[in-house]
């Protein structure tokens, strides 16, 4: 920027005619003047054309001409004078729509770049995501574990849910199982002073159960499980002590998490989600695209199944598809318990039938209860889980 000799003085004369006319220029009339003055006055101008240009990208449907426009603010913005007021905020601003509209039309490299440069201006989060869709999960849990302080206040049980996934997914299953502990205290803390519904904290306490057991911990997994059941009991007598609402992206991105060894290894070629992450906060457009994409597939394949008569495939097949419903569900809006329902219910049929593993029944009833949890229906999910309660191995400490 800055290169005035870029348009003709007469250029500059319209543009700066156009912005001080009595009538109120269109957007792509004050785009064009801002593009023409941020050349020769970038102090005063490129601020209002970064903002111009997101305003215009939003106007626009066709994700490429959306991906140039983020791109050419992004690169005004870096342009900004250190005096420009709110400057980082406003780069990282430009940065993240960039990075987004990137992926968008699938240029993850590009994406990621863009993604490493917010990381060194502070904004780190997004790249903990990219890394761990593509499988570099031990790369995302260093870097969440660099900006994350033990015991800091700060540190949104969200963030601690995403390092604690990373960590596991890496291999480092102790240091997960220690940060997944600090979040369950700090859910019943938090419930106990009715500042958090209850029923986060059962949805936590069942993840924490299910990483207890898979590091070969059972009596600590037991434990866990007889807390949930009691918790689900107290809710079943009484409902939540306080109303809350918008409660169900701890349930769903929890059940999602749950399904992450169900699913093939992530690579950069290959990506997925980055599991233990919601969309909302920061799934890849093209990485969010492709796991909705493959519920039609699904669904094919358990028609197969159910005809092919291989249980425990059909069962693995149909939970698969089962949590794809339910994070459509989740973040559609279009909240019917009735559309949902029917997925957990068939997966308990199935799982009732003889020749099922036995373990898949606790499972199925289990996905069911912490859904009935999440549409109140807490006497129902009581039911459920007590039930599954009784079919996990009896264990005693010694």
Known sequence: MGNAGKYSQDAVLRARVLLLGSEEPSLRERL????????????????????????????????????????????????????????????????????????????????RAV?????????????AVVLAEEGRHGEAAELLGRHIAPGDADVSAWTLIEWAAELDAAGRHEEALGVFAGVVDDARRTAADDRAPLACLAWKLEQYARMLGAAGRPPEEAAARRETLALLARLAEGGEPVSWSNIQATWVTLLVLSGR??????????????????????????????????????????DALRESGVPSELIATRRRLTVRRALRWETSGRRAEESLRPSFDEGVNLARRPTA????????????????????????????????????????RT
Request: proline content about 7%.
């Open 32 to 111: 064009e003047a801002y593009r023409v003055l941020a050349e020769v006055s970038p102090r005063a101008y490129l601020p209002k054309l970064v903002d111009a240009l997101v305003e215009r990208a939003r106007e626009w449907g066709d994700p490429e001409i959306r991906r140039a426009l983020y791109g050419e603010a992004a690169d005004a913005a870096r342009c900004f004078d250190a005096d420009v007021p709110d400057r980082e905020e406003r780069l990282r601003h430009a940065l993240s729509r960039y990075e987004h509209a990137l992926f968008a039309v699938g240029r993850r490299a590009e994406g």
């Open 115 to 127: 993604c490493e440069e917010l990381a060194e201006a502070g904004r780190y989060g997004r790249l």
């Open 261 to 302: 060894s169900a699913e093939p290894a992530a690579t950069p070629e290959a990506p997925l989600p980055a599991f233990g992450v919601h969309p909302v906060h920061g799934w890849s457009p093209d990485v969010r695209e492709e796991y909705f994409a493959s519920i039609p597939v699904l669904e094919e394949q358990t």
């Open 357 to 396: 593993d036995p373990s898949a029944l606790a499972r199925a009833l289990t996905d069911r209860s912490m859904f009935l949890l999440a549409v109140k229906r807490y006497e129902e999910a009581h039911a459920d889980f007590a039930e599954a309660f009784t079919l996990q191995p009896i264990v005693t």
